[in-house]
């Protein structure tokens, strides 16, 4: 299973963009997707995730800005992301794996099997 994901770019604070990660898997409408990010220096932290069933969990430094979705007619989860801030500035990976993970679960990369390359998102003041 290949991840991919993109979308990301130089935005300015308040702005919005929308991440993509589509997949190879002929199994994508079971996986678990996630995204997570990481700032130079910093530890990868989780962001969003989204389960086969639709159902989602999100940081709270992120909830209420951001929105993941997923259509599997197309392989692909969205990460759309409002008011942006310059703290939001990272290197944003999306992950999966192909099971349901208790919601306790989501939020540590080490239960995600399969990762994407990353995108850049630089928010600007």
């Known amino acids: 299973v290949q991840l991919q994901a993109s979308g990301g770019g130089l935005v300015q604070v308040g702005g919005s963009l929308r991440l993509s990660c589509a997949s190879s898997?002929?199994?994508?409408?079971?996986?678990?997707v996630g995204w997570f990010r990481q700032a130079p220096g910093k530890e990868r932290e989780f962001v969003a995730a989204?389960?086969?069933?639709?159902?989602?969990r999100y940081a709270d430094s992120v909830r209420g800005r951001f929105t993941i979705s997923r259509r599997n007619a197309e392989n692909t989860v969205y990460l759309q992301m409002n008011s942006l801030k310059p703290e939001d500035t990272a290197v944003y990976y999306c992950?999966?794996?192909?099971?349901?993970?208790?919601?306790?679960?989501?939020?540590?990369?080490?239960?995600?099997?399969?990762w994407g390359q990353g995108t850049l998102v630089t928010v600007s003041s």
């Open positions: 992950a999966g794996n192909g099971y349901r993970m208790i919601t306790s679960a989501l939020t540590d990369p080490g239960n995600y099997n399969y």
């Open positions: 898997g002929r199994t994508f409408s079971t996986y678990t």
């Open positions: 989204v389960r086969s069933d639709y159902s989602t």
